[in-house]
């Protein structure tokens, strides 16, 4: 895969707790701010429930259709923890115990503490590549382009550092925000302009409020500084030509 | 429909900013939990793209496997919103100036201000059902069971109200949450025999760190509260047994 290639990847939240409403996914953010920056575009996102035949069936239409797969929840020791033998499932493969995650949660835990909860922990896919948690122990893995991280985000946060050299992504994804004293419908005809003008570059307008007043952020996204740059001289050219005040943001 | 069908509904997030990571999604949580009580269970998330192919594919997939649909985003002035254009093509209606929507917003502007940029904003598919913006003026809409709302959070919740006569839910869904100053491995297997004796009851897991200290939250979800009770008397029982704190949280 050369560094020209668009890589792109999709992410598989599984909890029930965040469609209930009950806990704000934090993850997806996460994952995406730290896929864009090695390069890997995120094209979609689902939340589903902990439902094995769901987790199986989303997997399999998801994995054939990215590059890359991250799914995060359920790896834990407790009943609604079903990720590991749905993925089993998914690829046709032994659910088992993993040896190398058994013998680094014996010596995570003191002597007697490494109980049959915990143990459920170390149960995966056959030959999965362990993703090591420098958090709480237990590992996460991956088999081929699936990579199954935990729920909690402090603990998935921890563990991106060691897995980004497993993760081939393309050029990384360049962006430049323009903030401006305005509101979206001053600037929709000019920004359109520019938008049918530079057909390859994604720009996005998003209106904020700040210390009380309106105004609109204006997102130039591209692999290619140069069309960034362009883009930019297009839109400042406008916001000049309307007295548009330029905010930091 | 009766009180007693259940009642489930899919949320799509339109927008290239929450997969890029930029913007942190609250729209989801919000709706879900007005949606559960409501009745009407959150099945599936999904976050897409501003790609007219795409979420037109989506809302069809979608507005056929659930009740409800509610989509966020993408219903502003500027070229990135596209919504209103997607489903008028997922439903096979006329892309049109809503004359009900036109009037609401010559009234909320003043005289000169409603300008061709915010003319975009009263497009929609022929016939569609307004929803009233308390916040901003702009209305959203529905066609048939696909609700669309925009993607500014405060906007959005604004909306909700006005919104739940057109909704018809099943039973509310009951939560009740046990909070514990243990982890999850101690109770694993106990919890495991709880939701095995009480199938039809929705029984979750979370860890949570709180003043620096574990704990795990169980969650009870079901819609009948004595299903819920018999559960929590089986989940005192053990906790009882092993000594645990119950703590608030």
Redesign the interface.
Same mark, same amino acid.
């Given at each position: 895969m050369t560094k020209n290639t668009k890589v792109n990847a999709a992410i598989l939240?599984i909890?029930?707790?965040?469609?209930?409403?009950?806990?704000?996914?934090?993850n997806?953010?996460?994952?995406?701010?730290?896929?864009?920056s090695i390069g890997v575009? %995120?094209?979609?996102?689902?939340?589903?429930?902990?439902i094995e035949k769901t987790i199986i069936e989303k997997i399999n239409i998801l994995r054939a259709a990215y590059d890359y797969i991250f799914t995060t929840g359920g790896i834990?020791?407790?009943?609604?923890d079903i990720t590991a033998e749905s993925v089993s499932k998914a690829f046709g493969l032994k659910y088992k115990i993993h040896k190398e995650a058994f013998k680094i949660l014996e010596t995570y835990y003191k002597p007697g503490e490494f109980?049959?909860?915990?143990q459920?922990m170390v149960w995966m896919p056959e030959n999965a590549n362990l993703i090591l948690n420098p958090t709480s122990g237990a590992p996460g893995f991956n088999v081929e382009n699936v990579f199954c991280l935990p729920g %909690?985000p402090?603990i998935l946060k921890s563990m991106l550092g060691g897995l980004t050299n497993r993760i081939v992504g393309g050029k990384p994804?360049l962006?430049l925000t323009i903030s401006l004293r305005t509101v979206?419908?001053?600037?929709?005809?000019s920004?359109?302009k520019v938008?049918?003008d530079n057909k390859d570059v994604?720009?996005?307008?998003?209106?904020f409020?700040q210390a009380g007043k309106l105004g609109v952020s204006i997102?130039i996204?591209s692999e290619d500084q140069f069309k960034i740059d362009n883009c930019n001289s297009q839109i400042l050219e406008f916001v000049n030509e309307k007295k548009i005040e330029v905010v930091d943001r």
């Open positions: 939240i909890g029930n707790e965040i469609l209930s409403g009950r806990t704000q996914d934090t997806t953010s996460t994952l995406a701010t730290w896929l864009n575009k %995120v094209g979609e996102v689902r939340i589903i429930p902990d834990g020791p407790t009943h609604d109980n049959e909860g915990r459920k %909690v402090s994804i962006s979206e419908s001053e600037i929709a005809n920004l359109t938008q049918n994604e720009i996005g307008s998003y209106p409020f997102v996204r």
